[in-house]
């Protein structure tokens, strides 16, 4: 998970929303990546979704059946599907998001029956996921204002 704050750290410097995330198989980290919509203009630059790209290529599968997931933020709906439909085997996060949450702020799209279960681990280092989020959202009004 310090690896994905490291990540998410990346987006504040570049004046995107602080979401980080890595995927492990193996215990070695096989792809990162930060939020990057504003970079991108592309509402699909999520986080998680750019690491999914990344691991499938680097694995040369979609199937990431023995993968985790680190990310600083729930996952919104969009990046839940893709989690589920990778396959992947834990999904493990930082701070709710009460917007567009969909493990727990929201819905919950990780208890329906779908063929492929994934292990949910909420609310590691939700503090510092949290602080981060906290002081970038500041900064950007603070800028505005």
Known sequence: ?????????????RLEVPVGCVIVKDNKVIARA???RESRQSSLAHAEI???EKACKKLGTWRLENCEIYVTLEPCLMCSGAIINSRM????????????GAHQSLTNVFEINFN????????????????LLK?????IRDEKN
Do not use: C, D, Q
């Open 1 to 13: 998970m310090f690896e994905a704050l490291k990540e998410a750290k990346k987006a504040y410097e």
């Open 34 to 36: 930060h939020n990057m």
């Open 50 to 52: 750019i690491a999914i």
């Open 89 to 100: 085997k834990r999904l493990v996060y930082g701070a709710l998001e009460p917007k567009f």
């Open 116 to 131: 492929h279960k994934t292990e949910v681990l909420p609310n590691v280092l939700a503090k510092e996921s949290n602080e």
């Open 135 to 139: 002081s970038f959202f500041k900064k």
